[in-house]
């Protein structure tokens, strides 16, 4: 398996809803991260999970709140949402000391936020 | 702070023609470059990476880059374009002592290909 999955694809929200977006992979990867991406832009770090445990907060507003209850699996939950948190949220993965392996993504979750 | 400059925003390309996309990094002793692609609404794929050796890398789909450590540069090449090819593309760096997770990206070349 030399997949990341996430869930769900698509995902509308209004501003007051929780919602949270799921990430998994059975590659035997101990780093684990978010990013976000804008329409027409790079996609940007948010955090970074190493052995299960944040290693890198890039400031991230609290309404963003990770988790990552074992080595395959990472969440984001969501809470209290703005219109321009809307973008495609990216998990990724990769060996511990990831600048040397390389990243795999996985397809994203595209997020709008009403 | 490390960069990495990828000159050209968009290039379209004919269909069969080659294709050279531009991208520079921020000079560091100890650098991993690669390339990524994505589709519309779809997450990054890896092309190709650098890590060390051979200066000329190939990846999938028949695409190939070059690293060139006197220019600072790692441009992606290929000999003959298919219209499935049509897509943005990311040039990436990460730096040794930077972070063992940080991954410096370009802005992105959409890429495309003319029928």
Redesign the interface.
Known sequence: DTE?T?TPKHLVMGMTNKKSLKCEQHMGHR?M?WYKQKA????E?MF?Y?YEKL??NESVPSRFSPECPNSSLLNLHLHALQPEDSALY?C?S?Q?????Y???????T?LTVV | AQSVTQLDSQVPVFEEAPVELRCNYSSSVSVYLFWYVQYPNQGLQLLLKYLSGSTLVKGINGFEAEFNKSQTSFHLRKPSVHISDTAEYFCAASYSGAGSYQLTFGKGTKLSVIP
Not at chain 1, 40 to 43: A, G, L, Q, R, Y
């Open positions: 990341v996430q780093a991260y027409k832009k790079p996609p770090l970074v190493s290693s890198i990216l990724a990769s511990v000391g990831g600048q040397s390389g990243y795999t993504f996985g397809s994203g595209r």
